[in-house]
T-cell receptor
Framework: DVKVTQSSRYLVKRTGEKVFLECVQD?????MFWYRQDPGLGLRLIYF???????EKGDIPEGYSVSREKKERFSLILESASTSQTSMYLC????????????FGDGTRLSIL | LAKTTQPISMDSYEGQEVNITCSHN???????ITWYQQFPSQGPRFIIQ???TKVTNEVASLFIPADRKSSTLSLPRVSLSDTAVYYC?????????????FGTGTKLQVIP
């Protein structure tokens, strides 16, 4: 069964901390995505990557960065966490050149105190 | 970038057929339409994808009129377990980089 695995289901961090969210996919997919989901706002794209070491900004990249050193792993980094970044974070992947996400992880609920 | 509009919520009784419509007036020639289902505390799950006319799988049907400015997800004989949020997404499947954005989805409540 295909899988997108996010390293944590729940995470609590403090304001100003550097936070790493990890995502691994086992489908050899070229494309990987990071979304955040907030009530009333739906899913918003933060960043995506269409190849190793390649990245593109999504709709809300401010305050975030990403890293893709290996094809199967896509990391989201909050350089200096703020309370406004408290949210559900979802990772996804897709194969080929298609840029519609096919498989999602179950999300990381991040709380910044 | 094709913007999508869906109803915010819908209610349906168990056993009924449910149709959820998505408007995408500025869909591009090579855009596909994809629908996802999301349960609480889970990531979205791919349901169905189509380009034109009708697509059917074991879960749902997708109807796309000739002008492709809208699409309708049809769920036959819904059960309580179909209570979820349904998202419509429009974007191409090939040809390189394209940013695609989810709408806010339709919350379907199935009533016993």
């Amino acid at each position: 069964d295909v899988k997108v695995t996010q390293s944590s289901r729940y995470l609590v961090k403090r304001t100003g901390e550097k936070v790493f969210l990890e995502c691994v996919q086992d489908m050899d997919h070229e494309n990987m995505f990071w979304y955040r989901q907030d009530p009333g706002l739906g899913l918003r794209l933060i960043y995506f990557s269409y190849d190793v070491k390649m990245k593109e900004k999504g709709d809300i990249p401010e305050g975030y960065s990403v890293s893709r050193e290996k094809k199967e792993r896509f990391s989201l980094i909050l350089e200096s966490a703020s309370t406004s970044q408290t949210s559900m974070y979802l990772c996804a992947s897709s194969g080929g050149q298609g840029l519609q996400p096919q498989h999602f992880g179950d999300g990381t609920r991040l709380s910044i105190l | 970038l094709a913007k999508t509009t869906q109803p915010i919520s819908m209610d349906s009784y168990e056993g009924q057929e449910v149709n959820i419509t998505c408007s995408h007036n500025n869909i591009a020639t090579n855009d596909y339409i994809t629908w996802y289902q999301q349960f609480p505390s889970q990531g979205p799950r791919f349901i169905i994808q189509g380009y034109k006319t009708k697509v059917t799988n074991e879960v749902a049907s997708l109807f796309i009129p000739a002008d492709r400015k809208s699409s309708t997800l049809s769920l036959p004989r819904v059960s309580l377990s179909d209570t979820a949020v349904y998202y419509c997404l429009v974007g191409r499947n090939s040809g390189g980089y394209q940013k695609v954005t989810f709408g806010t989805g339709t919350k379907l409540q199935v009533i016993p």
